[in-house]
């Protein structure tokens, strides 16, 4: 690693654990005597040239990073436009890397942030400047290729797994009555690590979920209903789990609402819902349908130890590696074993994770369609294990921490970013 500071940012949508990658960087740079910067909302702050000096933050405060959900520094969705579209924004960042003597740059995402990372990596050569660049793994989609899981990933699948058998307990108490249909919705746009995730809420024949609809699959509205019609007659009730990202025959999202996000995916509204008017058109039923949202990738009040470690891990190796001298890579988790679960840390390149997705295996969605198999169990089970309960204040609610993140001044013009 060349001499200088190191520039962190988040990017995307934020998870429970993503803050821990943020303190593994901090606490590691601060051993090696190295200076951090943060981006103030991501790339956007790089581009801005709002930048956030770290080492005013307390140790302390850091420390309380890990157990603090949401993205400390701010995040945000934008992506870079290729080298040709927008040589400015490019010219831009390495003049902002220069002013500042930046020359690392870890960007903590997904798969566009990857591509980021990668891209700016190449730019630096090409301007003949000076900087390493280092993906780092975080995405509760757990769609990133190579690394066998995503930090983020492992506290929404616990937390979906435990609301989908709590509010299924729920529906039993009352399914003489009243509800017979529970219709829950969780994140996954192309991928369904997260719906399949639910599946570890039943353990024996009967258990809820009873149906899982999953993006790899096309969604056929009448073997769902039969599905649907036949759990209710011999169990009493159906939890249904939908992920955001199912699609009907035309390849058209049963939640798509028209618009777009920042990265030009279609923005989704809610396939729940329109799963629940199904279910009373043709079948009936009562029902209720719910929608986490935020909710299942906040809840930092039931992550995953497993999770929180490898969070942590991979900020600290990215530092690491950067020290080392390595550019273009991304640190990736290898599991080494299944029982007892092990794991490691190993550099992955990025253009051999930039733009590529992992959906789940045929061999983990069960031949009807609805489940999850013993493969996906044996996966699925040991990321979701541990507590690490944040600590609680005297008004019995979590105790998480606010950094002052105080301003770098400024050394360049003002720059129009998009």
């Given amino acids: 690693m060349a001499a200088g500071k190191l520039l962190y940012a988040q990017s995307g949508g934020v998870s429970a654990v993503i803050n821990a990658t943020a303190a593994g960087v901090i606490e590691t740079a601060r051993d090696k005597g190295i200076v951090v910067y943060a981006a103030r909302n991501g790339i956007l702050g790089a581009l801005r040239e709002e930048l956030i000096d770290t080492s005013?933050?307390?140790?302390a405060n850091i420390a309380a990073l890990k157990h603090t959900p949401g993205g400390a520094f701010g995040s945000c969705r934008y992506k870079l436009k290729s080298l040709e579209e927008n040589r400015a924004e490019y010219e831009r960042l390495i003049e902002v890397f220069r002013a500042h003597d930046i020359r690392t740059f870890l960007y903590n995402g997904g798969n566009d942030s990857a591509d980021t990372a990668n891209k700016v990596s190449k730019i630096g050569q090409a301007l003949g400047y000076d900087i390493n660049c280092i993906g780092v793994p975080k995405t509760i989609d757990n769609d990133l290729v190579v690394t066998d899981t995503c930090p983020g990933f492992g506290s929404v699948a616990k937390y979906t797994a435990i609301a989908v058998r709590e509010a299924s307990l729920d529906v039993v108490s009352m399914m003489d009555t009243s509800t017979k249909v529970f219709i829950i919705e969780v994140m996954g746009r192309h991928a369904g690590w997260i719906a399949a995730a639910a599946g570890l809420a039943g353990s024996a024949p009967g258990d809820a979920p009873h149906v899982i609809l999953f993006p790899e699959n096309v969604f056929n509205p009448e073997t769902f209903l039969a599905k649907v019609k036949a759990t209710v007659e011999k169990v009493g009730y159906c939890t249904v789990v939908v992920s955001e990202g199912v699609k009907d025959a035309d390849g058209k999202f049963l939640a798509e609402s028209g618009g777009k996000d920042a990265f030009g995916h279609a923005q989704l509204g809610g396939a729940a819902p329109v799963l629940a008017a199904l279910v009373r058109e043709k079948l009936g039923y009562k029902f209720h349908w719910a929608l986490p949202d935020y909710l299942q990738?906040?809840?930092?009040?039931v992550a995953s130890k497993t999770d929180l470690d490898q969070a942590y891990a991979v900020g600290k190796k990215a530092v690491e590696y950067a020290a080392e001298g390595l550019n273009a890579v991304m640190p990736v988790i290898v599991r080494t074993s299944d029982e007892p679960?092990?794991?490691?840390?190993?550099?992955?390149?990025?253009?051999?994770i930039a733009n590529h997705e992992k959906k789940m295996p045929k061999n983990f969605i069960s031949k009807d369609g609805f489940g999850i198999t013993a493969a996906a169990r044996r996966y699925l089970a040991p990321l979701i294990q541990?507590?690490?309960?944040?600590?609680y204040g005297p008004d019995g609610l979590p105790v998480y921490v606010t950094l002052k993140n105080a301003s770098v001044p400024k050394k360049l013009k003002k720059f129009a970013v998009g």
């Fill in 56 to 59: 005013r933050e307390a140790k």
């Fill in 297 to 301: 990738r906040s809840a930092r009040h």
């Fill in 341 to 352: 679960y092990k794991w490691k840390i190993e550099a992955a390149p990025l253009d051999k």
């Fill in 386 to 391: 541990g507590e690490a309960p944040p600590p």
